[in-house]
């Protein structure tokens, strides 16, 4: 079975500062999909970015990058330039051949202004 | 917009009366839905899965009499809370997926807050 590790309950970061929120898993898997979502006070679950594992290229969205090091099983996510609308929890999530998606226990990022 | 519709975002009930909640997906067919409960500052914790026209798979620990999925279309799936408790307490969201493969986006629907009285 998979499981994913998010290991920081919490973390805070001035507004426009860059923090980092780190995510391992394990898998006996090859092929898989790696996530991170973000789920403000209006609890809907939002993509913020997601990597398949085949691609070497760290994916990036504006803002927004992973660091995936799929040997030791680690995919951090980035955010630059921190803004007040980035507070909310983030999940790093795994989808892999059994079609489920396993989520960490999430992070609760603040971002002070 | 919205590409999942979940309904009701918010419900209250009485003990032991029973609690439909509706994910539909609106502009594209869901292959695969899944349902999720969370509690207060926790993770989803993955009810069960359903592909259309075929029953919904539960995970360990959830009881399939108590919460029924039905999923009879290709853009509606349902979750029915049978004899709510008090304990059943907890936010519901759906997601929906247009392929077997995550090579597919999962979209999520905004989620149901239900309250046991």
């Known amino acids: 079975a998979q499981t994913v590790t998010q290991s920081q309950p919490e973390m805070s970061v001035q507004e426009a500062e860059t923090v980092t929120l780190s995510c391992t898993y394990d898998t006996s898997e090859n092929n898989y999909y790696l996530f991170w979502y973000k789920q403000p006070p209006s609890r809907q679950m939002i993509l913020v970015i997601r990597?398949?594992?085949?691609?070497?290229q760290n994916a990036t969205e504006n803002r927004f990058s992973v660091n995936f090091q799929k040997a030791a099983k680690s995919f951090s996510l980035k955010i630059s330039d921190s803004q007040l609308g980035d507070t909310a929890m983030y999940f790093c999530?795994?989808?892999?051949?059994?079609?489920?998606?396993?989520f960490g226990k999430g992070i609760t990022l603040s971002v002070r202004p | 917009g919205a590409v999942v519709s979940q309904h009701p975002s918010r419900v209250i009930c009485k003990s032991g009366t029973s609690v439909k909640i509706e994910c539909r997906s609106l502009d594209f067919q869901a292959t695969t839905m899944f349902w999720y409960r969370q509690f207060p500052k926790q993770s989803l914790m993955l009810m069960a899965t359903s592909n259309e026209g075929s029953k919904a798979t539960y995970e360990q620990g959830v009881e399939k009499d108590k919460f029924l999925i039905n999923h009879a279309s290709l853009t509606l799936s349902t979750l029915t809370v049978t004899s709510a408790h008090p304990e059943d307490s907890s936010f519901y969201i759906c997601s929906c997926r247009g392929a077997l493969s995550w090579g597919e986006k999962l979209f999520f629907g905004s989620g149901t807050q239900l309250s046991v009285l």
């Open positions: 990597q398949e594992a085949y691609k070497q």
């Open positions: 999530a795994f989808g892999g051949a059994n079609s489920k998606l396993t």
